[in-house]
């Protein structure tokens, strides 16, 4: 048996984990709000506080989620708690939510607030930084799995609005029937070639004490890659949220408008589907600081030429740059932070510099757009978004400092080679 077999055979199992998660996600995110309004009957203030406390309550769950899963290391007690409790999502729907919404509607937004931020928003740094740790020790991209990711985007989008139709409920048995699958990839099917782990990985045999964990608030670089994250990603995602009724001011009517933003949206993810795939290859050559540092800039002249855009097909040909960002973005960070950080503190920090430090500014940022898109207008608003962007990004030019390319998984490490062909020559002599 030959390396590549070595290695193939304890990889397929963690892109069918990627699509069973964020399958769930797609669907919750997708429709939840629908539910909510057309068979709980909640108004907009009353659905939008189960999204302020599903976003409210992560900020507990992923410094705690971090920490824990740099203790835990390869154990799964984490990600299969995270699991078995998304089993749930289809009970809580059919019989709890109405009984808690009946009590109190601020109630049912505290508990399922709770429930699908440890889920969803809290679980998923578990996930990401689980899947990369082992793409390390057993020397596939963790860009290749992810491609689970959009993958189930696309199929929830083809299969919820349906089943919707059918039976509201049944949105939430689907996310149900994904958990189930995911715990069973979990136990049986997402092995981790240990012998490898502690070079590919860190030598973590000693157990992280607080004081180990505490010490990551110290270094420089962490706030550097906060500030840049906080500042270029967070604002990413707040440039979108209200981006379609942007794009809906280019048309005579606001049908004409969906039905083209629908078009793009479904290239822009063919798109990033295909970048996942040669995206390591390309990371590995610039190296995952400058991926980050080339994701920023993008990033700011998407948002610009959004705002300078003279008709729809300009806007169009800028938002497609978003199938490359998040490609660039997903492999630049993960390779970043296993290279430029203690390997130990891997889970910490990226929920502390990636999700906490993003949910935080998300939630200020987008307060204080939609209150600019109100007063100076959209155009006005994303001019500023993006100035903001270009100089995040060039600050993060000057101190962020660079990663290490052998812990980073950007070079081959002669040591885990090594140990990999002795162990391909030794199933194959057996």
């Not at 892109?15 to 998660?21: D, G, V």
């Not at 506080?49 to 900020?59: D, K, R, W």
């Not at 706030?223 to 270029?232: D, H, K, N, P, S």
């Amino acid at each position: 048996m030959d390396s590549a077999k070595t290695e193939s055979k304890h990889f397929w199992g963690f892109p069918l984990s990627h699509f069973s998660y964020f399958f769930i996600w797609a669907i919750v995110n997708g429709y939840l709000t629908l539910w909510m309004e057309q068979v709980a009957h909640l108004n907009g203030t009353e659905s939008g506080a189960v999204f302020s406390m599903m976003a409210g309550i992560s900020l507990i769950f992923q410094p705690i989620f971090g920490v824990v899963s740099d203790k835990l290391l390869f154990k799964k007690n984490l990600i299969l708690t995270i699991a078995i409790v998304g089993i749930f999502i289809g009970p809580y729907f059919q019989w709890v939510f109405m009984p808690i919404l009946h009590i109190n509607a601020f109630l049912v937004a505290i508990v399922t607030g709770t429930f699908l931020s440890f889920i969803l928003n809290g679980g998923v740094s578990v996930i990401e930084q689980y899947v990369q740790r082992a793409s390390l020790a057993n020397g596939f991209e963790y860009a290749h799995s992810r491609v689970g990711g959009p993958v189930a985007g696309v199929v929830a989008s083809l299969v919820a609005g349906r089943i919707f139709l059918w039976k509201p409920n049944s949105i939430f048995w689907a996310c149900t029937i994904a958990a189930i699958i995911l715990t069973f990839l979990l136990l049986f099917s997402d092995k981790v070639n240990l012998d490898n782990a502690a070079a590919a990985a860190g030598d973590t045999s000693d157990s992280l004490d607080m004081k180990t964990v505490l010490s990551v608030f110290k270094l420089k670089n962490l706030w550097v890659l906060a500030i840049f994250y906080m500042g270029a990603s967070a604002l990413f995602d707040v440039f979108d949220q209200q981006f379609i009724i942007f794009f809906k001011t280019f048309f005579d009517t606001a049908a004409q408008g969906t039905l083209v933003y629908s078009y793009m949206s479904s290239a822009q993810t063919a798109i990033e589907f295909c970048l996942m795939f040669p995206m390591p290859w390309i990371i590995n050559k610039i190296g995952s600081r400058n991926g980050l540092l080339i994701y920023g800039f993008i990033t700011c002249i998407r948002i610009l030429g959004s705002a300078l855009s003279p008709n729809w097909i300009w806007v169009v040909g800028f938002r497609l740059l978003a199938g490359l960002e998040m490609p660039l973005l997903l492999t630049s960070i993960m390779k970043y932070i296993a290279g430029a950080f203690d390997i130990r503190l891997y889970a910490t920090v990226y929920a502390l510099a990636s999700n906490f430090a993003k949910q935080v500014s998300v939630f200020i940022f987008s307060t204080v757009a939609g209150r600019m898109y109100d007063v100076i207008g959209y155009q006005h608003t994303y001019i500023i978004m993006g100035i903001v962007v270009f100089f995040i990004t060039l600050f993060a030019v000057f101190f962020l400092k660079k990663e290490d390319p052998i812990q980073a998984g950007e070079v081959e490490d002669p040591n885990v080679k090594a140990k990999v062909e002795a162990a391909s020559s030794t199933d194959s002599r057996e």
